[in-house]
Protein backbone atom coordinates (compact mmCIF):
# COMPACT_ATOMS: atom_id res chain seq x y z
CA UNK A 1 0.00 0.00 0.00
CA UNK A 2 1.44 3.06 -1.03
CA UNK A 3 0.91 5.99 1.16
CA UNK A 4 1.81 10.08 1.82
CA UNK A 5 2.84 11.94 4.47
CA UNK A 6 0.79 15.31 4.99
CA UNK A 7 3.01 17.42 7.44
CA UNK A 8 2.19 20.91 8.44
CA UNK A 9 4.79 24.20 8.80
CA UNK A 10 3.20 24.11 12.73
CA UNK A 11 -0.08 23.33 14.86
CA UNK A 12 -3.79 24.98 13.16
CA UNK A 13 -2.11 25.24 9.79
CA UNK A 14 -5.09 23.34 8.54
CA UNK A 15 -3.63 19.68 8.14
CA UNK A 16 -6.88 17.74 9.01
CA UNK A 17 -8.66 19.68 6.36
CA UNK A 18 -6.25 18.83 3.58
CA UNK A 19 -5.82 15.56 4.71
CA UNK A 20 -9.95 14.98 4.45
CA UNK A 21 -9.94 17.13 1.18
CA UNK A 22 -7.23 14.63 0.31
CA UNK A 23 -9.33 11.59 1.68
CA UNK A 24 -12.32 12.80 -0.50
CA UNK A 25 -10.23 13.39 -3.86
CA UNK A 26 -8.87 9.80 -3.97
CA UNK A 27 -12.24 8.68 -3.14
CA UNK A 28 -13.46 10.70 -6.06
CA UNK A 29 -10.69 9.28 -8.16
CA UNK A 30 -12.05 5.33 -7.32
CA UNK A 31 -9.01 4.75 -4.72
CA UNK A 32 -10.11 3.36 -0.99
CA UNK A 33 -7.80 5.07 0.98
CA UNK A 34 -6.45 4.26 4.81
CA UNK A 35 -5.95 7.17 7.30
CA UNK A 36 -3.45 7.54 9.89
CA UNK A 37 -2.37 9.80 11.57
CA UNK A 38 0.71 10.49 12.93
CA UNK A 39 0.78 11.03 17.17
CA UNK A 40 -1.13 10.26 19.71
CA UNK A 41 -4.14 11.73 18.75
CA UNK A 42 -7.75 10.29 19.21
CA UNK A 43 -9.83 13.13 17.12
CA UNK A 44 -8.54 14.30 14.05
CA UNK A 45 -8.48 10.36 13.03
CA UNK A 46 -12.03 10.27 14.07
CA UNK A 47 -13.01 13.09 11.16
CA UNK A 48 -10.40 10.98 9.26
CA UNK A 49 -12.77 7.74 9.55
CA UNK A 50 -16.37 10.00 8.65
CA UNK A 51 -14.89 10.17 5.12
CA UNK A 52 -13.05 7.49 4.36
CA UNK A 53 -15.38 4.89 6.07
CA UNK A 54 -12.86 3.16 7.93
CA UNK A 55 -10.73 3.93 11.10
CA UNK A 56 -7.60 5.58 10.82
CA UNK A 57 -4.38 4.19 11.69
CA UNK A 58 -2.30 5.78 14.79
CA UNK A 59 1.31 5.56 13.79
CA UNK A 60 3.76 6.96 16.62
CA UNK A 61 7.45 5.90 16.95
CA UNK A 62 7.36 6.53 20.60
CA UNK A 63 4.22 4.61 21.25
CA UNK A 64 5.18 1.58 18.98
CA UNK A 65 8.45 1.50 17.98
CA UNK A 66 9.68 1.43 14.10
CA UNK A 67 8.81 -2.01 13.66
CA UNK A 68 5.72 -1.60 15.60
CA UNK A 69 4.96 1.75 13.14
CA UNK A 70 5.43 -0.87 9.86
CA UNK A 71 3.15 -3.27 11.08
CA UNK A 72 0.84 -1.42 12.05
CA UNK A 73 0.92 0.46 8.78
CA UNK A 74 0.33 -3.05 6.99
CA UNK A 75 -2.25 -4.23 9.11
CA UNK A 76 -4.90 -0.96 7.18
CA UNK A 77 -7.16 -1.99 4.47
CA UNK A 78 -7.18 0.20 0.90
CA UNK A 79 -5.07 0.80 -1.92
CA UNK A 80 -3.51 3.90 -0.63
CA UNK A 81 -2.48 5.70 2.36
CA UNK A 82 -2.42 9.36 3.70
CA UNK A 83 -0.90 10.19 7.00
CA UNK A 84 -1.98 13.83 8.51
CA UNK A 85 1.20 14.84 9.86
CA UNK A 86 1.35 16.13 13.98
CA UNK A 87 2.20 19.62 14.79
CA UNK A 88 4.95 20.76 12.67
CA UNK A 89 6.56 18.78 10.35
CA UNK A 90 9.96 18.25 12.81
CA UNK A 91 7.98 18.98 16.24
CA UNK A 92 7.94 16.62 18.96
CA UNK A 93 10.46 15.31 20.78
CA UNK A 94 8.83 11.66 21.58
CA UNK A 95 7.25 11.07 17.67
CA UNK A 96 7.24 13.90 15.21
CA UNK A 97 5.72 13.68 11.52
CA UNK A 98 9.80 13.63 10.36
CA UNK A 99 10.09 10.76 12.58
CA UNK A 100 6.82 8.49 11.34
CA UNK A 101 8.00 9.73 7.69
CA UNK A 102 11.63 8.72 8.17
CA UNK A 103 10.30 5.36 9.59
CA UNK A 104 8.10 4.72 6.64
CA UNK A 105 10.51 5.99 4.24
CA UNK A 106 7.44 7.82 2.60
CA UNK A 107 7.34 11.24 0.83
CA UNK A 108 6.04 14.36 2.14
CA UNK A 109 3.53 17.16 1.06
CA UNK A 110 3.80 20.23 3.00
CA UNK A 111 0.44 21.63 3.81
CA UNK A 112 1.69 25.58 3.94
CA UNK A 113 -0.97 28.32 5.08
CA UNK A 114 -0.80 30.92 1.70
CA UNK A 115 -3.50 33.62 3.22
CA UNK A 116 -1.31 35.87 3.19
CA UNK A 117 1.55 34.77 1.00
CA UNK A 118 2.73 34.27 -2.93
CA UNK A 119 6.21 33.59 -2.77
CA UNK A 120 6.90 32.85 0.62
CA UNK A 121 5.04 30.00 0.27
CA UNK A 122 7.69 28.66 -1.75
CA UNK A 123 10.72 29.83 0.42
CA UNK A 124 9.03 28.75 3.28
CA UNK A 125 8.84 24.60 2.05
CA UNK A 126 12.18 25.19 0.44
CA UNK A 127 13.50 26.22 4.05
CA UNK A 128 11.85 23.04 5.26
CA UNK A 129 13.32 20.57 2.03
CA UNK A 130 16.70 22.00 2.71
CA UNK A 131 16.55 21.68 6.97
CA UNK A 132 16.44 18.08 6.46
CA UNK A 133 19.12 17.90 4.53
CA UNK A 134 21.20 20.29 6.84
CA UNK A 135 20.21 18.29 10.21
CA UNK A 136 21.10 14.81 8.01
CA UNK A 137 17.40 13.94 8.22
CA UNK A 138 16.59 11.07 5.57
CA UNK A 139 13.22 13.27 4.41
CA UNK A 140 11.66 14.18 1.12
CA UNK A 141 9.27 16.95 1.31
CA UNK A 142 8.46 16.55 -2.30
CA UNK A 143 5.91 19.46 -2.54
CA UNK A 144 2.62 21.65 -1.16
CA UNK A 145 -0.73 21.87 -0.97
CA UNK A 146 -1.20 25.41 -0.80
CA UNK A 147 -4.26 25.95 2.38
CA UNK A 148 -6.50 28.92 2.33
CA UNK A 149 -5.26 29.60 -1.11
CA UNK A 150 -7.56 31.47 -3.51
CA UNK A 151 -7.59 30.20 -7.52
CA UNK A 152 -6.32 32.98 -9.92
CA UNK A 153 -3.35 34.63 -9.57
CA UNK A 154 -2.61 33.71 -6.09
CA UNK A 155 -2.98 29.65 -7.08
CA UNK A 156 0.09 30.78 -10.04
CA UNK A 157 2.23 32.99 -8.08
CA UNK A 158 2.58 29.76 -5.67
CA UNK A 159 3.22 27.32 -8.37
CA UNK A 160 5.35 29.27 -10.75
CA UNK A 161 7.71 30.30 -7.33
CA UNK A 162 8.19 26.78 -6.18
CA UNK A 163 11.84 25.52 -7.48
CA UNK A 164 11.47 22.64 -9.97
CA UNK A 165 12.46 20.10 -6.66
CA UNK A 166 9.35 20.68 -5.58
CA UNK A 167 5.85 20.05 -7.05
CA UNK A 168 2.53 22.28 -6.86
CA UNK A 169 -0.08 19.44 -5.66
CA UNK A 170 -2.83 21.92 -5.49
CA UNK A 171 -4.96 23.73 -3.03
CA UNK A 172 -7.46 24.51 -0.14
CA UNK A 173 -9.87 27.58 -1.00
CA UNK A 174 -10.63 29.46 2.11
CA UNK A 175 -14.06 29.26 3.05
CA UNK A 176 -15.74 28.73 6.70
CA UNK A 177 -17.78 25.49 5.75
CA UNK A 178 -14.29 23.90 6.05
CA UNK A 179 -13.70 25.26 9.64
CA UNK A 180 -13.96 22.67 12.59
CA UNK A 181 -15.15 23.92 16.06
CA UNK A 182 -12.67 22.90 18.80
CA UNK A 183 -12.55 22.36 22.82
CA UNK A 184 -10.54 21.88 25.86
CA UNK A 185 -8.90 18.42 24.31
CA UNK A 186 -8.41 19.82 20.71
CA UNK A 187 -11.01 19.48 17.94
CA UNK A 188 -14.78 18.21 18.79
CA UNK A 189 -14.60 14.55 17.60
CA UNK A 190 -15.82 13.94 13.82
CA UNK A 191 -19.67 12.09 14.65
CA UNK A 192 -20.42 15.32 16.25
CA UNK A 193 -18.91 18.08 14.04
CA UNK A 194 -18.60 16.81 10.29
CA UNK A 195 -17.44 18.85 7.80
CA UNK A 196 -19.22 20.30 5.12
CA UNK A 197 -19.82 17.40 2.39
CA UNK A 198 -20.32 19.42 -0.32
CA UNK A 199 -17.57 22.29 0.83
CA UNK A 200 -15.07 19.19 0.87
CA UNK A 201 -15.99 17.65 -2.43
CA UNK A 202 -15.24 21.53 -3.38
CA UNK A 203 -12.22 21.04 -2.31
CA UNK A 204 -10.89 18.10 -3.18
CA UNK A 205 -11.56 19.26 -6.52
CA UNK A 206 -8.89 21.70 -6.62
CA UNK A 207 -5.96 18.82 -5.38
CA UNK A 208 -4.13 16.74 -8.10
CA UNK A 209 -4.51 13.26 -7.74
CA UNK A 210 -2.48 12.53 -10.17
CA UNK A 211 0.56 13.86 -9.13
CA UNK A 212 0.04 13.21 -5.76
CA UNK A 213 -0.29 9.28 -6.97
CA UNK A 214 2.77 9.46 -8.82
CA UNK A 215 4.80 10.78 -5.66
CA UNK A 216 3.77 8.34 -3.40
CA UNK A 217 5.95 5.12 -2.02
CA UNK A 218 5.64 1.85 -0.12
CA UNK A 219 7.17 1.68 3.18
CA UNK A 220 9.86 -1.23 4.11
CA UNK A 221 8.82 -4.49 5.62
CA UNK A 222 9.12 -4.21 9.21
CA UNK A 223 12.51 -6.35 10.23
CA UNK A 224 10.79 -8.91 12.70
CA UNK A 225 7.52 -9.93 13.00
CA UNK A 226 6.90 -8.53 16.83
CA UNK A 227 5.02 -10.22 19.68
CA UNK A 228 2.48 -12.55 17.67
CA UNK A 229 -0.69 -12.71 19.65
CA UNK A 230 -1.30 -15.51 21.73
CA UNK A 231 -3.77 -18.36 21.57
CA UNK A 232 -7.54 -17.25 21.90
CA UNK A 233 -8.70 -17.24 25.07
CA UNK A 234 -12.44 -17.77 26.60
CA UNK A 235 -12.36 -14.64 27.89
CA UNK A 236 -15.33 -11.67 27.55
CA UNK A 237 -14.18 -8.73 27.61
CA UNK A 238 -16.70 -5.20 27.96
CA UNK A 239 -15.11 -2.09 26.34
CA UNK A 240 -16.96 1.41 27.41
CA UNK A 241 -18.05 2.82 23.79
CA UNK A 242 -20.23 6.26 23.87
CA UNK A 243 -19.66 9.76 23.78
CA UNK A 244 -17.94 9.71 26.65
CA UNK A 245 -15.25 7.17 26.27
CA UNK A 246 -14.42 7.16 22.88
CA UNK A 247 -10.55 7.30 22.69
CA UNK A 248 -9.53 4.11 21.30
CA UNK A 249 -6.93 2.94 18.93
CA UNK A 250 -7.81 0.20 16.38
CA UNK A 251 -5.29 -1.45 17.19
CA UNK A 252 -6.21 -1.95 20.57
CA UNK A 253 -9.63 -3.34 19.75
CA UNK A 254 -8.17 -5.56 17.19
CA UNK A 255 -5.75 -6.92 19.52
CA UNK A 256 -8.51 -7.87 22.21
CA UNK A 257 -10.44 -9.29 19.50
CA UNK A 258 -7.58 -11.38 18.34
CA UNK A 259 -7.66 -13.41 21.30
CA UNK A 260 -10.65 -12.59 23.48
CA UNK A 261 -14.68 -11.97 22.95
CA UNK A 262 -15.30 -8.16 22.74
CA UNK A 263 -18.91 -7.02 23.98
CA UNK A 264 -19.31 -2.97 24.17
CA UNK A 265 -21.49 -0.77 26.25
CA UNK A 266 -23.19 2.48 26.93
CA UNK A 267 -22.79 4.13 30.19
CA UNK A 268 -24.37 7.29 28.93
CA UNK A 269 -27.11 5.54 28.00
CA UNK A 270 -27.83 3.49 31.02
CA UNK A 271 -26.10 0.31 29.95
CA UNK A 272 -25.12 -1.86 32.57
CA UNK A 273 -21.95 -3.95 33.14
CA UNK A 274 -22.32 -6.59 30.82
CA UNK A 275 -21.24 -10.34 31.61
CA UNK A 276 -17.62 -9.98 31.17
CA UNK A 277 -14.00 -11.71 32.34
CA UNK A 278 -12.94 -8.15 32.39
CA UNK A 279 -13.78 -4.29 31.61
CA UNK A 280 -11.91 -1.75 29.62
CA UNK A 281 -12.93 2.05 30.11
CA UNK A 282 -11.02 3.85 27.16
CA UNK A 283 -10.19 7.41 27.42
CA UNK A 284 -13.04 10.06 26.51
CA UNK A 285 -14.90 13.22 27.86
CA UNK A 286 -16.68 11.70 30.90
CA UNK A 287 -16.66 15.90 32.59
CA UNK A 288 -19.17 16.16 29.62
CA UNK A 289 -21.84 13.49 30.71
CA UNK A 290 -20.96 13.75 34.51
CA UNK A 291 -24.82 13.54 35.11
CA UNK A 292 -25.54 11.01 33.19
CA UNK A 293 -22.25 8.97 34.30
CA UNK A 294 -23.87 9.33 38.00
CA UNK A 295 -27.06 8.14 37.41
CA UNK A 296 -25.55 4.97 34.97
CA UNK A 297 -26.43 1.35 36.68
CA UNK A 298 -22.80 0.69 35.14
CA UNK A 299 -20.94 1.96 37.52
CA UNK A 300 -22.95 0.96 40.45
CA UNK A 301 -22.07 -2.76 39.10
CA UNK A 302 -18.58 -2.00 38.29
CA UNK A 303 -17.75 -1.02 42.24
CA UNK A 304 -19.83 -4.29 43.08
CA UNK A 305 -17.82 -6.11 40.55
CA UNK A 306 -14.57 -4.59 41.14
CA UNK A 307 -14.92 -5.42 45.05
CA UNK A 308 -15.30 -9.03 43.67
CA UNK A 309 -11.88 -9.14 42.27
CA UNK A 310 -13.07 -8.82 37.92
CA UNK A 311 -10.00 -7.26 36.23
CA UNK A 312 -10.92 -3.35 35.07
CA UNK A 313 -8.58 -1.45 32.75
CA UNK A 314 -9.42 2.53 33.36
CA UNK A 315 -7.17 4.79 31.12
CA UNK A 316 -7.60 8.70 31.57
CA UNK A 317 -11.42 9.48 31.24
CA UNK A 318 -11.83 5.94 32.34
CA UNK A 319 -9.59 6.27 35.31
CA UNK A 320 -11.67 9.79 36.09
CA UNK A 321 -14.89 7.50 35.74
CA UNK A 322 -13.70 4.77 38.31
CA UNK A 323 -12.46 7.43 41.05
CA UNK A 324 -14.90 8.47 43.84
CA UNK A 325 -16.17 11.99 41.87
CA UNK A 326 -15.64 14.57 38.95
CA UNK A 327 -16.29 17.91 39.41
CA UNK A 328 -16.47 20.10 36.21
CA UNK A 329 -15.03 23.24 35.39
CA UNK A 330 -17.95 24.88 36.24
CA UNK A 331 -18.58 23.34 39.55
CA UNK A 332 -20.74 20.05 38.56
CA UNK A 333 -20.43 17.56 40.93
CA UNK A 334 -21.24 13.67 40.50
CA UNK A 335 -20.66 10.26 42.30
CA UNK A 336 -18.66 8.21 40.28
CA UNK A 337 -17.81 4.39 40.21
CA UNK A 338 -15.79 4.95 43.67
CA UNK A 339 -13.52 2.22 43.00
CA UNK A 340 -10.03 4.09 43.21
CA UNK A 341 -9.40 6.46 46.26
CA UNK A 342 -9.46 9.02 43.89
CA UNK A 343 -11.17 12.79 43.57
CA UNK A 344 -11.15 14.97 40.10
CA UNK A 345 -11.39 18.18 39.36
CA UNK A 346 -11.12 19.46 35.45
CA UNK A 347 -9.34 22.81 35.20
CA UNK A 348 -8.77 25.46 32.95
CA UNK A 349 -6.19 24.27 31.24
CA UNK A 350 -4.45 21.35 30.65
CA UNK A 351 -2.42 19.72 33.39
CA UNK A 352 -0.45 17.02 31.49
CA UNK A 353 0.71 16.34 27.52
CA UNK A 354 3.47 14.45 27.12
CA UNK A 355 5.03 11.10 25.48
CA UNK A 356 5.60 8.59 28.91
CA UNK A 357 7.17 6.12 30.26
CA UNK A 358 6.13 4.09 33.26
CA UNK A 359 7.96 1.57 34.72
CA UNK A 360 5.89 -1.09 37.12
CA UNK A 361 7.12 -1.02 40.32
CA UNK A 362 4.81 -4.15 40.82
CA UNK A 363 3.08 -6.86 38.65
CA UNK A 364 -0.21 -5.24 37.72
CA UNK A 365 -2.58 -5.41 35.34
CA UNK A 366 -0.76 -4.25 32.10
CA UNK A 367 2.56 -4.99 32.92
CA UNK A 368 5.11 -7.66 35.51
CA UNK A 369 7.25 -5.93 37.86
CA UNK A 370 10.08 -3.96 36.48
CA UNK A 371 8.42 -3.65 33.07
CA UNK A 372 8.83 -0.22 31.04
CA UNK A 373 5.21 0.99 29.51
CA UNK A 374 5.52 4.07 26.70
CA UNK A 375 2.10 6.08 26.29
CA UNK A 376 1.10 9.42 26.50
CA UNK A 377 -1.00 11.65 28.43
CA UNK A 378 -2.84 14.54 27.79
CA UNK A 379 -5.87 15.72 30.10
CA UNK A 380 -7.23 18.79 32.12
CA UNK A 381 -8.15 17.49 35.18
CA UNK A 382 -6.26 16.92 38.28
CA UNK A 383 -6.61 13.71 41.19
CA UNK A 384 -6.46 14.30 44.83
CA UNK A 385 -6.25 10.66 46.08
CA UNK A 386 -6.31 9.09 49.26
CA UNK A 387 -3.12 8.98 51.59
CA UNK A 388 -3.11 5.23 51.40
CA UNK A 389 -3.60 4.95 47.17
CA UNK A 390 -1.40 2.79 46.51
CA UNK A 391 0.38 2.84 42.62
CA UNK A 392 1.58 0.12 40.52
CA UNK A 393 3.92 2.73 38.31
CA UNK A 394 6.51 5.23 38.78
CA UNK A 395 6.97 7.54 35.60
CA UNK A 396 10.45 7.75 34.30
CA UNK A 397 8.93 10.37 31.98
CA UNK A 398 5.96 12.57 32.34
CA UNK A 399 4.04 13.66 35.09
CA UNK A 400 1.35 10.66 35.81
CA UNK A 401 -1.44 11.07 38.68
CA UNK A 402 0.33 11.74 41.57
CA UNK A 403 3.62 12.83 42.72
CA UNK A 404 5.39 11.24 39.11
CA UNK A 405 3.37 8.10 40.11
CA UNK A 406 0.77 6.55 37.67
CA UNK A 407 -1.25 3.45 37.89
CA UNK A 408 -3.76 3.92 40.92
CA UNK A 409 -4.88 0.86 42.06
CA UNK A 410 -7.44 -1.49 44.15
CA UNK A 411 -8.93 -5.03 44.14
CA UNK A 412 -7.84 -5.69 40.60
CA UNK A 413 -8.83 -2.34 39.05
CA UNK A 414 -5.92 -0.37 37.66
CA UNK A 415 -6.32 3.52 37.03
CA UNK A 416 -3.96 5.35 34.88
CA UNK A 417 -3.80 8.57 33.05
CA UNK A 418 -1.24 7.33 30.57
CA UNK A 419 -2.99 6.07 27.30
CA UNK A 420 -0.62 3.20 25.71
CA UNK A 421 -1.06 1.35 22.33
CA UNK A 422 -0.98 -2.46 21.62
CA UNK A 423 1.95 -2.69 20.52
CA UNK A 424 3.22 -1.82 24.02
CA UNK A 425 2.01 -5.69 25.06
CA UNK A 426 0.48 -4.16 27.78
CA UNK A 427 -3.27 -5.66 26.76
CA UNK A 428 -1.84 -8.83 25.89
CA UNK A 429 -0.69 -8.83 29.66
CA UNK A 430 -4.27 -7.55 30.45
CA UNK A 431 -5.82 -10.81 29.11
CA UNK A 432 -2.91 -12.87 30.48
CA UNK A 433 -4.18 -11.34 34.13
CA UNK A 434 -7.87 -12.84 33.40
CA UNK A 435 -6.52 -16.92 33.19
CA UNK A 436 -4.28 -16.31 36.05
Known amino acids: MRGLVLGGTSSGVGKTVATLAAIRAFE?????????????????????????????????TW????????????????????????????????????????????????????????????????????????????????????????????????REALPEELTYFGRIPPTPDLEIPDRHLGLEMGDESPVDADALAAAADHLHVAELLDTAREPPEPESEGERPADPTDARIAVAADDAFCFR?????????????????????DDDLPDCDGV???????????????????????????????????????LMALAQSLTTADGET?????VLPAEIEMRDRYQALDHVELRATEGTLTADAGQCLRGHEFHYSE???????????EMERGDGIHGERDGLTEYRT?????????????????LDSIER
Open 249 to 269: YPATLERLRDRAEVVTFAPTA
Open 280 to 318: YLPGGYPELHVSELAASPALDTLNDRASEGLPILGECGG
Open 383 to 393: ASVGRDARFAF
Open 63 to 158: LEGTDGLRRNYRRGEGDFCLVEGVMGLYDGDGSSTAMVAEALDLPVVLVVDAKAGMESVAATALGFREYAARANRDIDVAGVIAQRAHGGRHAEGI
Open 334 to 338: GEMAG
Open 414 to 430: LGTYAHVHAESGAFDRF
Open 28 to 60: DAGHAVQPAKAGPDFIDPSHHAVVADRPSRTLD
